[in-house]
Every structure is written in C-alpha cells, then in structure tokens.
C-alpha cells in the first residue's frame, strides 16, 4: 500500500517538474519588437495582412489581469498605432478584441525573448493559429553611462536628450 | 638617471591603460536601433530634421574600412530608406556623405549597445555635434528554440516564418 502511494507521489512529482512555471505576466512589460511570426494561413501574415503587426510595448496589470498591447498595423495601405488590450481568463489566457476574436497566450517570457501563441477566429468564423516571437530593447547600464559622460563632456545639457525608442513613430 | 627613465616608462605605460582600446569595426555589424540622441542643436533633432535617423543595420567591413548605413529618416515629410556609406579615415573616424560632410566616431560598441560622437558641417557651413546611442537586438537561443519547438508541434513548415526584423518596412 506504502509503495503504491509512494510511486503516485514520485509520479505527480515528476508530472509537476514537467509542467513550466507560468510566464510573470509582469515579465511582459517594456518595449519589445517582433522578431518572427509564423502561421499556415499566410494570408493573415502578409504585407497587408492584418497580423503584420510590429509590437511596442504591451504594458501589463497583473492585478488588474490586463495586458495593453501598443502595435503598428496596416489599416488600408497606411500604418496605423493601435491600442489593443487582452483580459486574463480563468486558464490564464487572455482573451483579446483584434480582427475577430483570439485567444493570446504567453508560452515563454525572459528577459529579453518571448514566446507567444494565438487563436484567431474573424468574423467569417475562420480559425487562424499564429505563433509569434519577440525580443525585449534592453539598454545596458555601461552603454548609457558612456553615452551621458559623453554628453557632458560636450556640454550638451540633458534636457536636449531625445529618446528614440519611446517616440519611435 | 634611471628612476627619471623608470618614472617617464612608468607614466607611459600608464597613459596607455587609459586610452581604451579601438572598437572594432566589425562589431557594427547587426541591427541595432535608435535609442538616443542628443545635441545642442535641436533644429536636427526635431521631427522633420535630419537627424531624426532610425538605424537599421550597419553593415561594416574591415577589409574595405567601410561602413554601409540603413536607415530611416524624414524627407518633406515621409519616411524614406536611406543608405549612407561611410570610408574610413587614418584616424580611425569615417567620413560620411549625409546633410553636408560627417565626421562619424565609434565610441563604444559592444555585444549590444553602440555609442558614437558625429560631427556633421550643414551646406551652409553650420557645425552640429551629436552623440547617439543605439542598442543591438539580439535573439537569445533559448527562445528561438520554443519558438521552433512550438511550431513544429502545430505542424507549420519552416517557410511561412515571416522575419519582421530583417523586412521592418
């Protein structure tokens, strides 16, 4: 009797070790670029295709269970700057209103990658499953602190500082 | 006699500690991004000014003591894709055609960020200085791997991966 409960433990064990630690949704926060998105259905992907999104920053609430997405998306032939926001379901999916509905779920966040996989349904009822990769802009400390010693050595004041990766339009 | 010649190798030896060794150019190489630039002259900076320059890829080559721009500017108004080149000078810093004449320095350049000084002399002999600060995107394996992993596994072929990183329009 010991043993068989001992073997169920070791097996739920070994089941739960499997099982990846779900993504900090906190994690998802800060300027990230698509890197590759992938799909069968190339329709979708296309220059004018309504997933040919180049993402900014998603800003997320954990305790709120929101993500923000901030994206650039062609709308007939012009970019546009969107604003598209995912609510955490019960699964830990997030449900998100963007060319139908989807089902958006983080398969892998670092600091520096993520992974991310969605269920498309558009209005004709047409499934589309995209999976999607995308790399965080991390400044590292050693490069800013040239770049500012730099400035002051020239004498250029802070204030006339322009930051790229925010106003990127 | 010998301490004055001891303290002069002494002084030498410590002068060249200091000077940090020259980046090498083939480290430019990649796609980088804008972050920031800052200069006195804000005229450049500004949402039509020229120097409103979104890096895409340098391209560099050693050999050649070349350096190739892309870039994205604002021309009356419209983004346009730029390519500069620059050509290596004796002094290590590279001479660029681009509003007028360049003097373009390489600062520092690491696995992920680059920071360079530009002295740039306008057709109407006006003289800018601007320090600009960009930072690499670099795709850690770990990530691509469950990128593939997950693509594998929902039976999409390699082909329909579209690369949003090297086609960035």
């Keep these: 009797m010991k043993v068989v409960f001992l ?8 089941a739960a070790q499997e099982v990846e630690a779900q993504p900090s949704v ?20 296309k ?3 309504p997933f040919r999104v180049y993402l900014k920053k998603p800003l997320s609430d954990d305790e ?5 997405f901030y994206l650039y998306a062609r709308c007939k032939g012009n970019w546009e700057y969107k604003h ?3 609510v955490k379901q019960d699964d830990g999916i997030f449900a998100v209103d ?3 509905e989807n089902a958006f779920e983080v398969v892998h966040v670092s600091k520096t990658i993520l992974v991310a996989h969605n269920i498309n349904v558009d209005k004709h009822g047409q499934q589309t499953v995209l999976i999607g ?10 490069g800013l602190q040239k770049f500012k010693q730099l400035r002051q050595e020239k004498g250029i004041e802070e204030e006339n500082v322009v930051n790229f990766i925010e106003t990127d339009d």
């Design 98 to 100: 963007y060319e139908g």
């Design 7 to 14: 073997s169920v433990l070791l097996e739920m064990v070994c």
């Design 64 to 68: 709120l269970g929101t993500v923000d």
């Design 47 to 49: 220059s004018n295709g």
């Design 133 to 142: 990769s995308f790399v965080k802009v991390n400044i590292e400390e050693e």
């Design 26 to 45: 906190a994690e998802l926060s800060g300027q990230w670029r698509t890197v590759y998105i992938v799909s069968i259905n190339l329709e979708k992907l």
């Design 84 to 86: 598209i926001m995912g």
